[in-house]
């Protein structure tokens, strides 16, 4: 099978609710919320720690079974897991017994794809993320950054009209931060698939999103949809212009407001 | 062909000879002080030779025996490698099996941790007296002493999985098969060699120990009837022999998993 390039996805939230557990044990983990995403945008879910923002991405991907509501990817109700969308997770899923090239390789394999018909597309991405002369390495020899680019490499190498991001920068510094984040943003410009990003940075979302959904702390709720209106590309500068700044300022008081800033 | 500037093997030879002397000199300066202590030690609070031998008489005394000695080390060895690898081949589906079946789970695993717990040394008079003397108790009791640790961290292998490359193998619509094949079976081999390791150290313990019980042939036979003879030299070479059998089979198991998970962390640090 050759590659293919899919269309970007719409998704559509109805009152999805997460209970897990039951009883006595019982914790409410997000909703009941409502959200729709237009194919080609880029929506953030910003929200604290534990507020279940996680806990959506994965219904959405049809990992985590809801408990109420319905959840639409391209109008077709999710209902098991979604093969059409590229993931990145929280955690790496970089394989050691497997190079970077193998990695990404992963993907196409596990799908039953050719390989040698991705070759080029997966030259072009690796170099996309700066991974060039490192493609024969294993995870283990590069950092933690040059690993998240591999990952992300490995997550949209099928080329998903969707991609769903779980805070893929959450654990590096802030210098490579800011590399991935542009070459994410170039990505996104580029190929226009639907983004669903998680994270807890307020200026990482302003910064790459068209929207920003802000979610209570636990039980999270979809409580603000915040449109993003700056210029794109979005660099470091952007985050000096006032349109940047009152929006940080509008975000921070609503979690203010939560008691969580 | 090989180019100009490669090296010959022989001195690629010298060359990891060198190598391996720069860094284990010290345990080897060790292992000679050992050997020089007892033997002066031996000598000067002048312990008789059937009490403890000193280390220059048990190798000239056990070479005129060295016919016996290797064909017992194939008789144990034999016993050792086919009670191993029965475990090996039955231990590990078995595992794969449990990991993944509620039922077995709730019925076999309870019933495997139990019986981890009894000495499984203590049945071997009993096969012995089923079996007879030959190689069959034998291989039972390696068979037994191996199978446990080798199912039980199968189990936690198979079953380990992390959350985030289970959910990977989902997403990407992988049937089972090609799931374990690509991504559970590599990762669960790091946990599958603490079992190998742990039981091939064990394995020749339960050979031995079958052997002082009842048999006619083999090191622990050997031993058990050279010591009764007041023959404590040739007791240290059966000893010897026991020593690099171990070492050889345990070393065989360390080579495949270094050829295997090379990049296992573990592997690495030994590196």
Redesign the interface.
């Given at each position: 099978m050759s590659p293919t390039t899919a269309t970007s996805a719409s998704i559509e939230i109805r009152a999805v609710r997460k209970l897990f557990g039951s009883g006595a044990g019982e914790v409410h983990a997000f909703g009941p919320s409502d959200l729709r995403i237009a194919p080609g945008e880029f929506v953030s879910l910003l929200g604290p720690s534990g507020c279940g923002k996680s806990t959506l991405m994965?219904m959405i991907?049809g990992?985590l079974e809801r408990t109420d509501g319905e959840i639409f990817v391209n109008r077709d109700i999710v209902d098991a897991?979604?093969?059409d969308?590229g993931?990145m997770?929280?955690?790496?899923?970089l394989?050691?017994?497997r190079s970077v090239r193998g990695n990404v390789e992963?993907?196409l394999?596990?799908?039953?794809l050719d390989t040698a018909a991705y070759r080029d597309r997966i030259d072009d991405l690796l170099h996309s993320v700066h991974l060039d002369g490192f493609e024969d390495r294993?995870p283990?020899e590069l950092s933690g950054g040059m690993q998240q680019r591999a990952a992300l490499c490995q997550a949209i190498v099928h080329e998903p009209g969707t991609l769903l991001l779980d805070e893929p920068l959450g654990k590096l510094d802030a210098m490579t931060r800011e590399r991935i984040r542009a070459d994410l943003q170039d990505l996104w410009m580029r190929r226009r698939p639907t983004v669903v990003f998680v994270t807890h940075s307020i200026e990482e979302a302003i910064q790459l999103s068209t929207r920003i959904c802000v979610i209570t702390p636990r039980p999270g709720r979809i409580d603000h949809v915040i449109d993003v209106d700056l210029p794109w590309p979005r660099g470091l500068e952007v985050r000096r212009s006032d349109a940047f700044v009152s929006c940080l300022a509008r975000i921070q008081e609503i979690f203010h407001g939560y008691g969580v800033l | 062909m090989a180019m100009a500037s490669s090296e010959s093997p022989a001195a690629a030879g010298v060359r990891w000879l060198m190598r391996w002397f720069s860094r284990s000199w010290l345990f080897l300066v060790f292992f000679a002080a050992f050997f020089i202590s007892w033997e002066l030690l031996v000598d000067w609070l002048e312990v008789p030779r059937y009490i403890l031998p000193k280390p220059s008489t048990i190798v000239i005394k056990s070479s005129a025996d060295l016919d016996r000695l290797v064909y017992y080390t194939w008789v144990t060895g034999t016993e050792t490698v086919l009670g191993y690898a029965a475990a090996i081949v039955l231990a590990v589906p078995l595992g794969l099996a449990i990991a993944f079946s509620r039922f077995l789970r709730q019925t076999i695993y309870p019933f495997f941790v139990s019986i981890e717990m009894t000495p499984k040394i203590a049945f071997a008079p009993l096969f012995i007296s089923w079996l007879g003397f030959g190689l069959l108790p034998k291989v039972i009791i390696v068979f037994l002493v191996c199978f446990f640790p080798i199912v039980l961290n199968a189990i936690l292998a198979f079953g380990s999985l992390?959350?985030?490359?289970t959910?990977?193998?989902?997403?990407?619509?992988?049937g089972a098969w090609?799931?374990f094949v690509?991504?559970r079976l590599?990762?669960a081999m790091p946990q599958c060699f603490v079992g190998f390791k742990y039981a091939a150290i064990n394995a020749t313990v339960g050979a031995t120990i079958a052997e002082f019980i009842g048999s006619d042939q083999g090191l622990g036979f050997y031993i058990q009837i050279v010591t009764g003879n007041m023959r404590p030299d040739l007791a240290f070479a059966g000893i010897f022999f026991l020593t690099v059998l171990g070492l050889a089979i345990f070393g065989l198991v360390t080579l495949t998993e270094r050829l295997l998970?090379p990049?296992?962390?573990s592997v690495?640090r030994a590196a």
């Open positions: 994965l991907a990992l897991p979604r093969t969308v993931i997770f929280q955690d790496s899923t394989v050691p017994w992963l993907q394999e596990l799908r039953g294993s283990y | 992390s959350e985030e490359l959910r990977f193998c989902r997403a990407t619509g992988a090609r799931s690509k991504v590599p990762a998970i990049w296992h962390i690495r």
